[in-house]
């Protein structure tokens, strides 16, 4: 065979080898090149300290207020929920927006507050190369004139990520402890307050990294990821009531005529979202009970309050009459004493009732309050609401954030920390009238940081981010990158190899050529 043919016999392997190793995906441009997809997870961040404490101090007298299914960590700590965005693990670049936000007013003149500061949708973006800013959309009122100004995504804060690789990631992404400084834009958001450069409270991040695409699949349609709730579907607690919507007596669900509507309707699902009290929940995690509390029996963790699901009941839209039985478990423990805790109280298997138009929140209570006093309490009645709010369509009975009372019972059941007539965290719930009816998301916090997010301390070095998962080797370039390259070295070597030793056969035989 003539060596132009080999050649070519040589060649169209060579091709057929890299062809195979492209389809393997193997080749390190297209394992690494692909953008991965932020779905759920949680951003913690304090703002800073002195500024919570001016706002609720003696000056400004003011208070703050969440929204959107934010929550606080530990008293002082706001929780933001439900990231979405994009990361390039080839890059490192990384996009998260979280839901969520926080009101801060002050400094009343006249019945109008001379401070008001709103902070929402807030998102952490890292480019290529390390640079990182956190962005939040901000309403604020200029205490001087008065006047209010609102800016979309603006730069509060510079981030250090000194030292910081976020290349390769996969699973879980966490970072701890990232100093944060305040931007220009951000000091006019504080109505200058604080000058550009100031130090504000670092902020810890926890982000779900789903398997990217490869780059030679298709690209998704939606920008949405898979699986997050769309912009749409707010979560029970933060969601608003349907302006068009009918009040549960003699309500009809959306699209049927009251006429045709079930004398009665029993039911298989339901969900009832509540945070008991939010300076309670501080209470437990906080500096003086040191505690927390365990989810049971499929209750869930919303951030802001709890979901206990599923549920099962009837409801009489004639009659205006409710009755759902919720399942699941909170226990509340905190003031550790040796093997035992001063507070040890498991709120279980809650229920509402709808009669007469009133509305009682019920629940099992069991454990140990402050008090000292231990108490077995099933079915006590915890706190009463207003039941005109609810709201019957798209095949649900909705109520949304409902004013919740404690009643004597609820002020017994927590040991005398409130007295009846207390304002608790508001209710929300809905039950499935129609079997096919999808329940309101919870918020996403995403999976657990694989490293414990460190408390805020502004000494604290820059933080590293974690991977839950083995996605980079040491350096910080993709494991899958390394194997697909070290690979087509192989290949290349042994087919490069294969054509020398005919060539050289051809041009020239060498018997002492061992090679």
Known sequence: MSLPSRLRRLAASLVAVLAALSVAGLLPARAVAAEGRVSGGRLDWGIRQSFL???TGPIAKGS?????????????????????????????????????????????????????????????????????????????????????SEASQAKLADLSLAGVDLRGAAGTLSLSNVPATLTDAGAKAFGNFYQAGTALDPLSLSVNLPAAQATSAAPSPSAAPTGAPSAEAAPVAGAAPSVGSAPVAGAAPSGEPAAQAPAKTEFGNGALDWGVRRTFRDYVTGAIAQGRWELGGGAADGGAFFRWTPAKGAYDPAAGELTAAFTGTVRFTGLRGGESHGLDLTLANPGVTVAGGQGRLLADV???????????????????????????????????????????????????????????????????????????????????????????????????????SAGSSSGGFPVAAVAGG??????????????????????????????
């Open 64 to 148: 703050w207020t969440l929204s959107g299914g934010a929550a606080t960590v530990g008293g002082s700590t706001f929780r933001f929920h439900s990231a979405t965005g994009a990361y390039d693990p080839a890059t490192g670049a990384l996009t998260a927006g979280f839901s969520g936000g926080v009101r801060f007013t002050g400094h009343q003149e006249n019945g109008a507050d001379a401070l008001d500061l709103s902070l929402g949708r807030l998102t952490f973006r890292a480019v290529h190369g390390g640079a990182a800013g956190l962005y939040a959309d901000v309403r604020s009122k200029s205490k001087e004139t008065g006047q209010v």
């Open 366 to 468: 069991s454990g140990r309050t402050p008090d000292g006093a231990t108490r077995q309490l099933p079915g006590v009645e915890l706190a009463t609401f207003d039941p005109t709010g609810l709201k019957a369509e798209g095949g649900l009975l909705k109520a949304v954030e409902l004013p919740l009372k404690l009643a004597q019972g609820g002020a017994e059941a927590f040991g005398g920390l409130y007295p009846a007539g207390t304002e608790m965290d508001p209710l929300s719930f809905a039950v499935a009238l129609d079997p096919a009816a999808t329940l309101p998301p919870l918020p996403d916090l995403g999976s657990a940081p694989a490293t414990p997010a460190a408390s805020a301390a502004p000494a604290t070095p820059a933080a590293s981010p974690v991977a839950s």
């Open 486 to 515: 070290a690979v087509l070295v192989a290949a290349l070597a042994t087919t490069g190899g294969l054509l020398v030793r005919r060539r050289r056969a051809d041009a020239a035989p060498d018997p002492d050529h061992t090679a």
């Open 53 to 55: 404490t001016y706002v």
